[in-house]
């Protein structure tokens, strides 16, 4: 059974932890044998058989034949002739008989051999794994749950505060700059660096500047080689709504925390965000309890923990999580309009109404607009491109619609020009006024955070920030009944290669935030892919697609896309949604293997394991046991699998180890998703630079294994390890303690000389009375080399 509910799980069929009782099972012939049990924390008083362990009991055909058919997940559909004795079994022994590939016959007794249940015959039917889950439950909604509080000790502390104290935080020490940081003697374990928007200066421009300077610090902080043990935790106040009734107050620093996380899935480890209570919260930092200490206790959680993102509400830490999305009801401190904004969220449609839809002969817009008419009465549409009527298909889809009775506009606007959109606007018609806007403009300018350049990032903000900026400023007099935004998972999970897609979509869902506190409509979608190919996702390659595919998130079919956007503009939903399916199968192997994102933990939490599981060495305990030409091998296998994994192949067997990676089709993208994941495996921090400095899968299985230490040799990742370890605490030890430390080293080395002494290194002899002048007088930096070069490490 080892494995069985992950491996049903990648078949479609997902059972949580108390459906998992199939125990042991045999087969003879067409009867099949099984031994099932309830988990020991599960009451089964009260049920003549536990709906659970009468659910366990069937999947014994399943273990017999796990995989999916091919015309669907074959499920309970008919049963007859069933018997239910009931005795309160907390297990059974089940002897199932298979009339044909879809009937089954099954006896359940009880430890004691009495009857529990009797099925003559048990009909399954195929069924289509989309229809099971209704487009409501696809809606997926950010919360932020509490976090246990970390204690620290302040004069332990190795946190350096970067730049301007902006939120009063008491934070110290204090650096300058990144220069001044980096040319010190050491650079601490981590950086916090404020961020926040000129509340008065103009708010395009503005979000505009704040995302450049993070992009700019960010691609300093990883060109820095004296920064790559270190964490950048980026801090804000009032970027991030906490609760569906939240106001953000600071806009531009939201989109600095999209950038950031795609930063964090690039480069792992290397930065979290936190972000304070906004100053018009009623928690101002000179009356909330202890704000350093809270602080410090979030950064320790940032850094010591797993969470890569904190919000600070009252000193109390909170952590992002998905979570099936539940209408939300406004508390009472929220103003009346709010309330009421938040009880209706987005109103009915008005048939005599004007909707606009930027981006409107796009894709994705043509499907809203035909759905708009088709569904929700829409009579009259304004579609706006760049291009407009001269775009693709443009003229095609104004003809279809007019058919259908709607009467169709499709004007040429750059929704990024404020005065290009309000000339438009001005000629929509008084006896047909706007009263529906879905912002679906937008563009894609893939490239990882180091690549990326202050024009790319412009082009991405343009048509999706300025335009919506400009929209909901230029409606602020209109009564309108519904203000969607069309914005991406990008911005809530940080996608590698779209630090730019991240940030601009992000900040399209704080405007839904902002919109709502202010008692306007609005809702973000935060969509994943869709599988009808559009002019922004139709360039995407196989191995794009499968890194899209280990988000967690399973494409978007056009029926179901369409059933989520109606179930989003229900009453009383969230301002912020993600309506996406998910990917059960992705995140229950992610789960085993303990690679779930900190977003997805209460949706596929880690299964537990079993006795026969408890003991299994991990990939590199199995490593160090093996030959040398096992290691050889198991390097080699690895690197081949994780390069098919990043070009989204479906195996490593066919990879060349002599063929350069760029010819493989290794471009800066790929070859950071494939150093993550070559990282994880080993345990190993790796360059960025790992694809290109080992330009075959055969050159970085020889890095690996110089890395990971030859077998019989001293392990010197370990020593290196070790000595971290010793320099970290010698940063903030008091002066008493260096001393103990270094007079230790000093004995160390003198040992080490002896015992070389001893054995004939005459190399020693030469060098004894240099050395022993040498200590008198060495740094502790000089302590530090002086061992590497003892050791053979250096």
Known sequence: MDGLYERLAGSGYDYGPLFQGLRTAWRDGDMLYAEVRLPEDTEADGFAVHPALLDAALHVRLAAAPDTPDNGLQLPFSWSGVTVHGTGARSLRVRMSLTDGATIGLVGVDAENRPVVTVEALATRPVDPVRLTAGGEQLLSLRWTRLPRVETDRASSTTTLLGEDLFSTGLSPACGDLTELVEGPSVPDTVLACFAADGDADLVAETHRLTGRALELVQRWLAEESTADSRLVVVTRGAVAAASHDDVTDLPAAAVWGLIRSAQSEHPGRFALLDLDSADSGVRPDTAEAPARAIEAAVATLVDGEE?????R?????????????????????SASASASASESERRIDPDGTVLITGGTGTLAAHIARHLVTRHGARHLLLLSRRGPDAPGA??????????GARITVAACDTGDRDALRSVLADVPAEHPLTAVVHAAGVLRDATVANLTADRLG????????????LHELTADADLAAFVLFSSAAGTLGNAGQANYAAANAWLDALAHHRRAQGRPAVSLAWGLWTDASEMTGALGS???????RTGLAPVSVAEGLALFDAALGADREPHLVPAPLDRATLRRQAVDEEVPALFRELAPRPARRAADEGKSDWAQRFAGASDAEQDELLLDLVRTHIATALGHAAGEAIDPHRALKELGFDSLIAVDF??????????RLPATLAFNHPSAAAVATYLKERLGERGAPDGSAVLAELDRIESALRTASESSRQVFTERLRKLLDQHAEDSQRSGDSAVDAASDARAKDLTSATDDEMFHLIDNELGIA
């Open 308 to 312: 890569p993102q904190i919000v600070l």
């Open 314 to 334: 009252g000193g109390v830490p909170l952590a992002a999580r998905l979570e099936r999305s539940a209408p939300a009801s406004a508390p009472a401190s929220v």
């Open 395 to 404: 003229e095609e889809l104004r003809t279809e619609l007019s058919a259908l």
């Open 459 to 470: 082009d991405v903000l343009r048509p999706k920030v300025d335009a919506a900026v400009y």
């Open 543 to 549: 191995a794009d697609v499968g890194r899209l595919d």
């Open 675 to 684: 150093r993550n994941r070559l990282g994880t495996a080993t345990g190993l």
